[in-house]
C-alpha cells in the first residue's frame, strides 16, 4: 500500500512538473538540435496555428466541392496544392519532433559523446509510427494518388455514363482528406489546458456548423443523383 501510494505520488508530481514546464515554455524556443522539432517551440505552436485554420477549410470544402460537383481552377487548385503540400511537410516534421514519455521527460533527444544533445530518430519514428501515422499518411494519400492518376478533368468535355461512374468513383477517393480532421482532436488535446472554455466553445460551434454543412452537402449529392429529383413531388 505505501508503494502504491509513493508511485502515485511520484507520478502526480512529475505530471505537475510537466504542466509547469508547458505553461511556462508555451511560447518558448528550446534548445534541440537541428533535424528535431521541439514540441512546445515557437515554431511548432506557429505550424499548428496555421493548421487549425487549413482544418477548417479542409473540413467546409472537401464534401461541398465532391457533393456540388465544383470544379476548381484557378487560384483556388493553386491554394489547394499549397494545403496539400502543407500537409505532406507536416507528416515528414511529425517524424522528427520530440515527444514527452511516461515519466514526464521529453524523448527524442539524447546526450551525444560531447555532451552535447543529438537527435534520436529511432524513438521519434517509432513512436509517432505506433500513434497517428497511419492515419496521417491516409489522409495525404489522395494528394499522391492523383498525381499518377488522370481523373479526366473536371469540367467541360464530353464523357458516356460509364466515364462518368468511374470518374465520380476517382474523386471519392478525396474523402480520404476529412481524415485529417482527426488532427484536430490532437490540437485540442494539447491546448486544451492552455486555453480552457473557450477552446471548448469554439470546437463546439465548429462541430455543429460542419455537421449542418455536410448534411446539406449529401442531401443534394443524393437528390443530384441519376433517377433522383430535388423538385417536390405532386
Known amino acids: 500500500?505505501?508503494?502504491?501510494?509513493?508511485?502515485?505520488?511520484?507520478?502526480?508530481s512529475r505530471s505537475d512538473k510537466l504542466n509547469k514546464d508547458v505553461a511556462s515554455n508555451m511560447f518558448a524556443e528550446p534548445d534541440t538540435p537541428w533535424n528535431v522539432r521541439h514540441p512546445r517551440s515557437k515554431f511548432t505552436n506557429g505550424w499548428e496555428g496555421v493548421q487549425a485554420f487549413l482544418l477548417v477549410y479542409v473540413a467546409f470544402t472537401v464534401t461541398y466541392r465532391l457533393c456540388f460537383n465544383i470544379e476548381v481552377v484557378g487560384f483556388a487548385l493553386f491554394f489547394?496544392?499549397?494545403v496539400d503540400l502543407y500537409f505532406i511537410i507536416d507528416v515528414i516534421l511529425n517524424f522528427h519532433t520530440a515527444f514527452y514519455d511516461d515519466s514526464g521527460d521529453l524523448a527524442g533527444v539524447k546526450d551525444g559523446r560531447e555532451g552535447q544533445p543529438v537527435a534520436d530518430l529511432g524513438a521519434m519514428y517509432l513512436n509517432y509510427l505506433k500513434g497517428w501515422a497511419p492515419i496521417?499518411?491516409?489522409?495525404?494519400?489522395p494528394t499522391v494518388a492523383m498525381m499518377f492518376m488522370n481523373t479526366g478533368g473536371d469540367g467541360a468535355e464530353e464523357i458516356d455514363p460509364s466515364q462518368a461512374k468511374a470518374l465520380k468513383a476517382i474523386r471519392l477517393i478525396r474523402l480520404a482528406k476529412l481524415l485529417r480532421l482527426v488532427r484536430a482532436a490532437r490540437l485540442f488535446k494539447k491546448y486544451e489546458?492552455?486555453?480552457g472554455p473557450v477552446l471548448s466553445l469554439i470546437l463546439m460551434f465548429g462541430v455543429i456548423g460542419l455537421v449542418c454543412h455536410s448534411i446539406?452537402?449529401?442531401?443534394?449529392?443524393?437528390?443530384?443523383?441519376?433517377?433522383q429529383s430535388l423538385d417536390a413531388v405532386h
Open 216 to 227: 446539406t452537402c449529401v442531401w443534394f449529392f443524393v437528390g443530384t443523383m441519376p433517377g
Open 136 to 141: 496521417d499518411l491516409l489522409s495525404v494519400f
Open 1 to 12: 500500500t505505501m508503494s502504491k501510494a509513493f508511485f502515485s505520488w511520484k507520478m502526480i
Open 80 to 82: 489547394d496544392v499549397l
Open 193 to 195: 489546458e492552455h486555453f
